[in-house]
């Protein structure tokens, strides 16, 4: 648990000096090979950047009264998407982390997700979590152009997952919440451990993996890709 100190016009100086870094926020990277291992849907891993999502009250804390999530991309599974929104990111250190896009839709609870890098880097140490699992997680400080939000909890590194489908459940022979392992074949290939399996009637077969992991094996050389138990 990490608990900071940080009033609003120390954070309204940072965000004025940090504004000025060149660093360009992270976008989402999707990789699609062009064989998927024989089961009833193409196999993709998407690398998921560092991002925010939140509940309506702290999107019009952030972006004023009555503020709704404009779509700038739709994302792979149908409903998501990336929005125009974005807000900047605070640590206990007094560092910040610009431009961390806000996907949609809206939630009912506000989370931030983040690689271990970054965590290293903004002095947060972060829990390994399922989405939405927030309890005794850290929080950090959020700025939008409208008011700062002081997020008391929800900041986490997501544990890698795949997200599957009745059909994707009975060829690989899983269950919700039991663990595959993901082999990536290509220059720097491995095997990731530890794959969590999330189930819902309507999504598509997706692998999330975060920045650290797909820089790790060098996702965008990858020649092939499978799933296992």
Not at 115 to 127: A, E, F, K, N, R
Not at 145 to 171: F, K, N, S
Not at 179 to 203: Q, S, T
Request: hydrophobic residues 30%; charged residues 25%.
């Amino acid at each position: 648990m990490v608990t900071q100190t940080i009033d609003r016009s120390q954070v309204e100086r940072l965000v004025r000096q940090m504004l000025s870094d060149r660093q360009a926020p992270q976008e989402s990277r999707q990789i699609r090979p062009e064989r998927h291992n024989g089961g009833p849907n193409p196999l993709l891993v998407n690398v998921s950047a560092r991002h925010a999502h939140v509940c309506q009250s702290d999107l019009e804390t952030l972006f004023g009264p009555g503020a709704r999530l404009s779509k700038l991309k739709d994302l792979y599974q149908q409903g998501e998407f990336a929005s125009e929104q974005t807000v900047n990111l605070v640590g206990p250190r007094s560092r910040l982390i610009p431009g961390v896009r806000i996907l949609g839709p809206v939630r009912d609870y506000t989370q931030v997700e983040l690689s271990y890098t970054d965590g290293v880097y903004m002095g947060i140490q972060l829990p390994l979590r399922i989405s939405g699992n927030h309890e005794n997680t850290p929080g950090c400080v959020l700025v939008g152009p409208h008011g700062v939000l002081d997020l008391r909890q929800g900041v986490i590194r997501a544990e890698r997952h795949v997200h599957m489908g009745p059909d994707d459940l009975g060829h690989y022979g899983v269950s919700d919440g039991d663990y595959m392992k993901l082999r990536i074949e290509g220059p720097c290939g491995m095997i990731f451990d530890r794959v969590k399996v999330r189930e819902h009637p309507r999504v598509k077969l997706e692998v999330h993996i975060d920045t650290d992991e797909g820089n790790a094996c060098d996702l965008g050389s990858a020649t092939r890709m499978e799933l296992t138990r």
